[in-house]
C-alpha cells in the first residue's frame, strides 16, 4: 500500500487536474456544453437506451439527467420515443445530426489529446489510461450516498506474531 505522502500528492494532483479538463471543455463547441457531450457520447457508445440506464452511467441523478436530454434533444442531436415495453418510459437515440456532432467532438479531443501529449510515447499514453480505467473501477459506482469504510488500521497486538519489548 502507498504511503500517506503518496496519497497527499496524488490528491493534489487531482486538484491541479481541474485545469486539464477546463482546457478539454473549452475544446467543445459552445452550443454543447459537457454534459450534452457526455449524453451524446454515451448514446454512441451503448446505443439506444432509457433514460434512466442513461442516469446510471452518467451517475448523476435523474433531474440532472433530464436536463442533459432537454438540451440535445432540443437541438436534434437525439430522439425519444415510446419504450415499446414500458409505454411510459422513453428509448433515447442519436439522430443522424447527433452522431455527425459525436463524431466531431471524438476528432477535437484526439487533436487536442495528440497535440498536448506529443511528447508521450504510445506507451505512455497505454499507461496513462489503464491506470485511470483501474483508479474510476477502485472508485465503484460514484453516486453512492454513505462513505467507504476506511480501510483497516493496523492489528491489534494481540493479532501478531511480535511479542512485547521487556521492560
Known amino acids: ?3 500517506q505522502a503518496q496519497y497527499e500528492e496524488l ?16 475544446n467543445l463547441p459552445s452550443e454543447c456544453p459537457s454534459g450534452s457531450a457526455a449524453v451524446l457520447t454515451l448514446l454512441g457508445r451503448h446505443g439506444d437506451m432509457r433514460m434512466s440506464r442513461l442516469a ?3 451517475a448523476v ?4 439527467t ?7 434533444a432540443g437541438r436534434g442531436w437525439i430522439e425519444r420515443s415510446p419504450d415499446p415495453a414500458d409505454k411510459r418510459s422513453r428509448i433515447l437515440r442519436l439522430t443522424p445530426a ?9 476528432l477535437r479531443t484526439a487533436e487536442l489529446l ?6 508521450w510515447s504510445d506507451d505512455e499514453v497505454g499507461q496513462l489510461t489503464r491506470l485511470m480505467a483501474r483508479l474510476r473501477d477502485s472508485f465503484g459506482d460514484c453516486r453512492a450516498t454513505s462513505r467507504p469504510q476506511a480501510p483497516p488500521g493496523p492489528p491489534a497486538l ?8 521487556s521492560t
Open 1 to 3: 500500500m502507498a504511503e
Open 11 to 26: 490528491a493534489r494532483q487531482f486538484s491541479a487536474f481541474g485545469a486539464v479538463k477546463r482546457e478539454m471543455g473549452r
Open 56 to 58: 446510471e452511467l452518467l
Open 61 to 64: 441523478d435523474m433531474s440532472v
Open 66 to 72: 433530464s436536463r442533459h436530454v432537454a438540451h440535445v
Open 98 to 106: 447527433g452522431q455527425a456532432l459525436l463524431d466531431e467532438l471524438s
Open 114 to 119: 495528440a497535440h498536448r501529449l506529443h511528447d
Open 158 to 165: 494481540d493479532e501478531t506474531t511480535r511479542t512485547p519489548a
